[in-house]
């Protein structure tokens, strides 16, 4: 499949591409510029759209957040031990 490039620089994306991307009208896509020259194009997915994708048994509470934030950060900048 190939498309021409405008005087503007657009290209249309072919339509094999776009079902296989389910891109509709108004979607976004981002472009993948690899260290071997080859270049990705895929949708960018709203973050809304991320949502449930992980089951849980259970959800965590705001404390419970807090608490695992702090000892992240805790371990994470913990000075290290003297000899």
């Known amino acids: 499949m190939e ?3 405008t005087s503007k620089g657009q290209a249309t994306i ?3 591409i776009r079902e296989h991307l389910h891109l509709k009208p ?5 472009f ?3 260290p071997n020259g080859t270049v990705f194009l895929l949708p960018k997915i709203p973050v809304s759209a991320l949502r449930g994708i992980v089951k849980s048994s ?3 509470t705001l404390e419970e957040m807090d608490e695992a934030i ?6 994470r ?6 000899k």
């Open 3 to 5: 498309s021409a490039i």
């Open 14 to 16: 072919p339509k094999a």
């Open 26 to 30: 108004g979607d976004r896509v981002k």
């Open 32 to 34: 993948f510029l690899h």
């Open 58 to 60: 259970r959800r965590a």
């Open 70 to 75: 702090a000892a992240g950060i805790t371990e």
């Open 77 to 82: 900048y913990r000075a290290p031990a003297r």
